[in-house]
């Protein structure tokens, strides 16, 4: 008896160290994870200063999360994000399917370089889609995926007031807009979704509200006429000589 109780209190304590331990490594955890799989997953540098996440409610803020811009681009970052407030399941961390409630940032800065069909935003959308696409055939053969193709399942997403800035090739204008308001809900609802697939829908979400948002700010039509105009008038002074 007296053995069986020893037992047992050896694994209470086991048990609690364990808790303990996950209690003080989660936002470690999230912020090695978040930095590990994002270059795998974008192709560039993500950086976070900070994680504060509850281990016993999984409520809190992720701070200073920055996307490097893909090589080529004038800009060091792509996106960066000042502080976003975060809901998950914690004990979702430590099975195959990361499973966050609410995910809303409003405080952050978007810098679109480019043109309305090639840019910054849609090379690292295009990435995170081949990458997810390479993952979907080198999973089958392994058999303990990394952090970058782990599935999740966002339930909501919501960037309020983001900031855009946008260096247009087609303009010298260097023009500064307010993206409205962008939820996507059931992120990940399949139960074969990865984080690299997830981060792709986010980014072509991004992209499709982008683009009309720069096609009013720049009043496009007006300029193609102008261009065409130019070229028309370049082509008469040719046909001239």
């Known amino acids: 008896m007296k053995n069986l109780l020893i037992g047992i209190a050896v694994i209470t304590a086991l048990i609690l160290v364990g808790v303990f331990l996950l209690v003080l490594n989660i936002n470690p955890t999230i912020k090695n994870a978040i930095e590990?799989?994002?270059?795998?997953?974008?192709?560039?540098?993500?950086?976070?200063?900070?994680?504060?996440?509850?281990?016993?409610?999984?409520?809190?803020?992720?701070?200073?999360?920055?996307?490097?811009?893909?090589?080529?681009?004038?800009?060091?970052?792509?996106?960066?994000?000042?502080?976003?407030?975060?809901?998950?399941?914690?004990?979702?961390?430590?099975?195959?399917?990361?499973?966050?409630?609410?995910?809303?940032?409003?405080?952050?800065?978007?810098?679109?370089?480019?043109?309305?069909?090639?840019?910054?935003?849609?090379?690292?959308?295009?990435?995170?889609?081949?990458?997810?696409?390479?993952?979907?055939?080198?999973?089958?053969?392994?058999?303990?995926?990394?952090?970058s193709s782990q599935f999740v399942t966002i339930d909501r997403l919501q960037i309020n007031n983001a900031t855009i800035t946008a260096a247009l090739t087609f303009t010298d204008e260097s023009l500064t807009m307010q993206l409205p308001v962008l939820e996507l809900t059931d992120l990940g609802k399949n139960e074969d979704t990865t984080v690299g697939e997830v981060a792709g829908q986010i980014f072509s979400a991004l992209n499709k509200s982008l683009i009309p948002l720069i096609q009013a700010n720049t009043d496009l039509g007006t300029r193609i006429k102008e261009v065409g105009e130019k070229l028309g008038k370049k082509f008469g002074d040719l046909f001239k000589r």
């Open 36 to 147: 590990s799989a994002g270059p795998e997953i974008l192709g560039v540098p993500v950086a976070v200063d900070s994680v504060d996440i509850s281990f016993f409610n999984g409520t809190g803020t992720i701070s200073g999360l920055r996307i490097a811009n893909p090589g080529g681009y004038k800009g060091p970052n792509a996106i960066v994000i000042g502080e976003m407030s975060v809901q998950l399941d914690p004990k979702s961390l430590a099975s195959d399917r990361i499973h966050i409630y609410e995910v809303i940032i409003n405080d952050s800065t978007i810098a679109y370089e480019g043109n309305l069909s090639s840019s910054n935003l849609a090379e690292l959308q295009n990435h995170a889609d081949s990458f997810d696409d390479a993952m979907g055939s080198s999973n089958s053969s392994s058999e303990q995926p990394d952090e």
